[in-house]
């Protein structure tokens, strides 16, 4: 009996993979510009260990990575820039046109921590993308072994719908691309200064800007309408986090959203997934309007704010009034309105609401006790608050477990209020 073998249909032994490049110059350097599926990723680059620091880069933080892996399975119109690397040499390009810029690269695996690729920018990416295929392969043979029991149909039906969405996500891994820059550089201290200059030239996203574009949690895609409130309209500032002296706002965007999460979830807590899916834009429009109406109509220094123009024409040298509450009472720290806006939130819960009404008269009674910095003898440093000041602050202690605990020493008060009040 003869065996007829066909060598052309066994699978040769590879350790590379080739795709379709761009060549062009930049800074001296030859750059190859390519799409790779995002399976790719942790074969062709090296997949960092966040136990141990690159030399050539920063550590990695694995739970941020992980968010990266998991943003791909919860967005399908997901988005991410291209990723940067160094090639020491081992890559080859051949060319398929006339000019050499376009054509065929030919890209080493990542084999064994031995790899021609080194990660300029990009590596939560890389790690993220192997930590998401290692948790459905983990999950899918899970689901096998199940299978492999003896169970019901109606559980195996189960299984095998679960099955495959598991492989439904691996294949997006592998239809999806995502960008690629390679530059050659085989110069190991070119390539560390290389990374230096990446960080340094990157501007990073303020959480102010990130506050008014990033549309996935409620607090921030409600923002425009809540800044048109007149308690806010024209006194935010849309780019930075921090309020200086100098800053004639009353506030940030990415406060503004701080202050809505402690009207829906607590001054010290986050709106959670569940709650992003099921709040409507509208609730929450609604119910931190409710408080700024509330805190406008108790306190006299934002009643004044209110009705104040922040377009009018000023002398040179001359206070905001935004900036004069700022500094003059405890209502310019967004701590404190954190905390008025989880006290808020504590008075309304529940099945027997608190009035509007009677909130604004009890915040009213607050109203007198506002002047910053505190002195001795306020409230705020002589009564179950007296943890939550420094002396002479000018804003509460901005430790989670301050804000929370002086919500619930406020929100005490208003069925017992200490004799000062």
């Known amino acids: 009996m003869s065996i007829t073998v066909d060598p052309l249909r066994l699978s040769k032994p590879q350790d590379s993979s080739t795709y379709l490049a761009i060549k062009t110059p930049q800074g001296g350097r030859t750059v190859y510009s390519v799409r790779v599926p995002l399976l790719d990723l942790p074969t062709i680059l090296p997949v960092p260990d966040p136990n141990n620091v690159d030399k050539d880069n920063r550590k990695v933080d694995r739970l941020h990575a992980k968010h990266f892996g998991e943003y791909l399975d919860a967005k399908q119109d997901w988005v991410a820039p291209t990723l940067l690397a160094r090639d020491g040499g081992g890559c080859a390009f ?70 495959e969405k598991l492989i439904s996500q691996m294949n997006r891994l592998k239809a999806e691309y ?18 230096v200059d990446v960080a340094d030239n990157a501007k990073g996203i303020s959480s102010a800007v990130r506050a008014r574009f990033d549309s996935y949690k409620v607090a921030n895609r409600t923002l425009s309408d809540v800044i048109d409130h007149p308690l806010l309209k024209g006194r935010v500032d849309a780019e930075q986090d921090r309020m200086t002296l100098k800053n004639p706002n009353f506030m940030g965007a990415k406060h503004v959203a701080d202050i809505t ?24 429009i609604e119910q931190v309007k409710d408080f700024l109406d509330v805190i406008s109509n108790a306190f006299t220094d934002l009643a004044n704010l209110t009705e104040d123009d922040p377009d009018a024409e000023r002398q040179p040298g001359v206070l905001t ?55 001795e003898s306020s409230i705020w440093r002589t009564t179950g608050a007296n943890d939550d000041f420094e002396p002479n602050a000018a804003a509460p202690i901005m430790r989670t477990q301050n804000i929370v605990h002086l919500v619930s020493v406020i929100a005490g008060w208003y069925k017992k209020a200490p004799a000062a009040l």
């Not at 084999?111 to 392969?137: F, P």
């Not at 995502?178 to 990374?195: C, N, R, S, T, W």
């Open 261 to 284: 999460r402690a009207v829906i979830a607590g001054a010290g807590g986050r709106i959670s997934k569940k709650a992003e899916q099921t709040l409507t834009d509208g609730e929450v």
């Open 178 to 195: 995502v960008g690629l820059d390679i530059y050659v550089e085989p110069d190991p201290i070119k390539a560390q200064q290389m990374f």
């Open 321 to 375: 009034l935004a900036q004069e509450v700022r500094r003059t009472s405890l209502l310019g720290s967004v701590g404190m309105l954190r905390v008025l806006g989880g006290v808020f939130r504590e008075l309304r819960a529940g099945d027997n609401p608190v009035e509007l009404d009677d909130i604004t008269a009890f915040f009213k009674r607050l109203d007198p006790h506002m002047a910053a910095p505190v002195s």
């Open 94 to 163: 051949e060319k398929v046109d006339d000019q050499g810029a376009v054509g065929y690269l030919t890209v080493p695996w990542a084999i064994g921590g031995i790899s021609s690729l080194r990660t300029i920018d990009g590596q939560h990416r890389v790690l993220g993308v192997a930590i998401e295929k290692q948790r459905i392969t983990d999950a899918i043979s899970a689901v096998d072994r199940e299978v492999a029991r003896k169970v019901s149909p109606e559980k195996a039906a189960k299984l095998e719908v679960e099955r």
